[in-house]
T-cell receptor, first 113, second 113 residues
Framework: DGGITQSPKYLFRKEGQNVTLSCEQNLNHDAMYWYRQDPGQGLRLIYYSQIVNDFQKGDIAEGYSVSREKKESFPLTVTSAQKNPTAFYLC????????????FGPGTRLTVL | QKEVEQNSGPLSVPEGAIASLNCTYSDRGSQSFFWYRQYSGKSPELIMFIYSNGDKEDGRFTAQLNKASQYVSLLIRDSQPSDSATYLCAVNNSSGGSYIPTFGRGTSLIVHP
């Protein structure tokens, strides 16, 4: 089955630790995105990548880092510099052509203890 | 600053009624418009997209776009309890060649039996 996978589903972090969230897609999509969602809020863009080895900051990139070494993978690292990391993190991808439709992974819920 | 506004709700309708969800946007250059449904704790799933002024129907769902007034709406006919979810509006301006949609905060819909 084609789709987007995110792991882990739940993640607990101690203050001061860096953690990496995984996002993998087998849809052969060029563009990938990371969003953060807080309760009662919409999606806020953290980083996005439109092609391998290239990525851009979104609206709330501070305290986060990404890499795009492979087309299929776009991991997100939440660093200790992110002061309030507890949130629901969503990864999405989009094909270059066709409709402007994003497909979302199931999400990772990060909790800082 | 591109903004997408939605009434947070909750919007409560009886089963079988029509639910009307509205969204306004600030960027006049916006070209594509999307409605996503998000169940609690889950990732957004695409319901409909619309590019042109007017109505677009898909089963019980109708999207309506009015670019002059800068609003897009979603009508759900014969509402069912399973339609109870948060509905996110997303708007994109792809004139720069990139796809970076702006999401609203979502409207919570409750369909009661």
């Amino acid at each position: 089955d084609g789709g987007i996978t995110q792991s882990p589903k739940y993640l607990f972090r101690k203050e001061g630790q860096n953690v990496t969230l995984s996002c993998e897609q087998n849809l052969n999509h060029d563009a990938m995105y990371w969003y953060r969602q807080d309760p009662g809020q919409g999606l806020r863009l953290i980083y996005y990548s439109q092609i391998v080895n290239d990525f851009q900051k979104g609206d709330i990139a501070e305290g986060y880092s990404v890499s795009r070494e492979k087309k299929e993978s776009f991991p997100l690292t939440v660093t200790s510099a992110q002061k309030n990391p507890t949130a629901f993190y969503l990864c999405a991808s989009k094909d270059r052509g066709g409709t402007d439709t994003q497909y979302f992974g199931p999400g990772t819920r990060l909790t800082v203890l | 600053q591109k903004e997408v506004e939605q009434n947070s709700g909750p919007l409560s309708v009886p089963e079988g009624a029509i639910a009307s969800l509205n969204c306004t946007y600030s960027d006049r250059g916006s070209q594509s418009f999307f409605w996503y449904r998000q169940y609690s704790g889950k990732s957004p799933e695409l319901i409909m997209f619309i590019y042109s002024n007017g109505d677009k129907e898909d089963g019980r769902f109708t999207a309506q776009l009015n670019k002059a007034s800068q609003y897009v709406s979603l009508l759900i006919r014969d509402s069912q309890p399973s339609d109870s979810a948060t509905y996110l509006c997303a708007v994109n301006n792809s004139s720069g060649g990139s796809y970076i949609p702006t999401f609203g905060r979502g409207t919570s819909l409750i369909v009661h039996p």
